[in-house]
């Protein structure tokens, strides 16, 4: 069984910044790609933020994060972080750590594993 935690969340001003983890545990976890998908309300659709994979490091955002969010992984750890910067109220979602075992996917569908979502709120 995978298990994701993510952690980071909180309250924040317009131009502040926020640094996400996200700490994956289990025995047949091979991680290669990890993500952050964002809710910005309860029966709205997870939309992708970032990803990063395991084999070549290669990163990609969504453009409106782009310039502004940077993902890291941490393979000995099997940790994900995502820095946010100049952060604004569009931003505020709860934001949800995801894993797969095959290469990049942007859709929220293909990635089987998730954390529990870790509340983003940035204040005008």
């Known amino acids: 069984q995978v298990q994701l935690v993510d952690t980071g969340g909180g309250l924040v001003q317009a131009g502040g910044s926020l640094r996400l983890s996200c700490a994956a545990s289990g025995r047949t976890f091979g991680g290669s790609t990890m993500g952050w998908f964002r809710q910005a309300a309860p029966g709205l659709e997870r939309e992708f933020v970032a990803?990063?994979?395991?084999?070549?490091?290669?990163?990609y955002y969504a453009d409106s994060v782009k310039d502004r969010f940077t993902i890291a992984r941490d393979n000995a750890k099997v940790t994900v972080y995502l820095q946010m910067n100049s952060l604004k109220p569009e931003d505020s979602a709860i934001y949800f750590c995801?894993?797969?075992?095959?290469?990049?996917?942007?859709?929220?569908?293909?990635?089987?594993?998730w954390g529990q979502g870790t509340q983003v709120t940035v204040s005008s």
């Open positions: 990803a990063i994979t395991l084999s070549s490091n290669s990163t």
């Open positions: 995801a894993a797969r075992n095959l290469r990049y996917s942007r859709f929220s569908d293909d990635y089987p594993y």
